[in-house]
């Protein structure tokens, strides 16, 4: 389902939003990744998801708390919500926290990220 839908578009996987939504809460750690991933693709209009992904940045799989806080840097300011649980992210794997940097980078200080990512 997530993958057919990231491949048609911003406006496909816009109007699946709210499917991608539940897919974040899904048992199945690959789909909360992916459905995590195809919400950051949205940018700025996945806003809605923020408090969801802010939860997955505890998730018990590392793949899918670095795409949650991946996700949060691509929505950008509008993630300034989950402020506090991306500090939190600091303390956790080198994969999640290199995501966290540059999301806080990216909606800090306007760029792509602290390494260009």
């Given at each position: 389902m997530i993958t057919s839908?990231?491949?048609?578009?911003?406006?496909a996987s816009l109007?699946?939003?709210p499917r991608l939504m539940i897919a974040l809460?899904?048992?199945c750690p690959r789909v909360r990744k992916q459905a995590a991933w195809a919400i950051g693709e949205l940018g700025c209009?996945?806003?809605?998801a923020v408090?969801?992904?802010?939860?997955?940045l505890f998730d018990p799989?590392?793949?899918?708390?670095?795409?949650?806080?991946?996700?949060?840097?691509k929505i950008g300011e509008k993630a300034a919500l989950a402020t506090?649980?991306?500090?939190?992210?600091?303390?956790?794997?080198n994969q999640v926290r290199?995501?966290?940097?540059?999301?806080?980078?990216?909606?800090m200080y306007g760029s792509p990220g602290v390494l260009g990512h």
């Open positions: 839908i990231r491949l048609k578009g911003t406006e109007a699946a939003l809460t899904d048992d209009q996945g806003e809605e408090p969801t992904l802010a939860t997955l799989n590392v793949k899918v708390r670095k795409h949650a806080a991946w996700a949060l840097g506090e649980d991306l500090r939190l992210g600091l303390s956790d794997s290199f995501r966290v940097l540059n999301t806080h980078s990216h909606y």
